[in-house]
C-alpha cells in the first residue's frame, strides 16, 4: 500500500523556504509553509513598492522574519522601523502591524502565528 501524499505532507517537518518563494506583480504572494493546531507558518513575497496591510490577530502571536529584501515595519506602538534580512519582529495578540517594501528586490518575509485561532483583520 502506497502512502499518500496528504500522508507525507503531515509527516514533513524539515522545509527548504526557497522552494516557496515566488513572487506577483500586483499583490504580496503568501505560500503556506505549515499549519497544525497551534502554529501557521507562511512566506511572503513583497514585490517592490507592495505592502502587507495594517492588520492584527486577534488570538494569536505574529513573528515576522525577514529572509530577504528591505522594508519599513509598522507597528501600532513604534514609529515606522527600517529592517532587513536577518531581523525578526514580535507582534503580541491584539496588537496591529505590516511591512512595505522599500527596497529595489524582493521583500521576502516568514510569518509564524501561534498558538491559537488564526485570524487576520485587515484596519
Not at 514533513?12 to 518563494?21: H, M, S, T
Not at 513573528?63 to 525578526?88: F, K, Q, T, W
Request: charged residues 30%.
Amino acid at each position: 500500500m502506497q502512502e499518500s501524499d496528504i500522508l507525507k505532507e503531515e509527516a514533513k517537518r524539515v522545509f527548504d523556504l526557497d522552494d516557496y518563494r515566488q513572487g506577483k506583480k500586483l499583490t504580496p504572494n503568501e505560500v503556506p509553509v505549515y499549519e497544525s493546531k497551534d502554529h501557521r507558518i507562511r512566506l511572503w513575497t513583497v514585490m517592490m513598492g507592495q505592502t502587507l496591510p495594517f492588520h492584527k490577530h486577534t488570538d494569536s502571536e505574529c513573528i515576522m522574519i525577514v529572509m530577504g529584501g528591505m522594508g519599513e515595519y509598522r507597528s501600532a506602538e513604534n514609529e515606522p522601523l527600517m529592517v532587513d534580512e536577518g531581523m525578526m519582529m514580535v507582534s503580541p495578540p491584539g496588537r496591529s502591524h505590516g511591512i512595505k517594501n522599500v527596497g529595489n528586490s524582493p521583500l521576502v518575509v516568514l510569518t509564524i502565528e501561534g498558538p491559537g485561532k488564526f485570524d487576520n483583520r485587515l484596519l
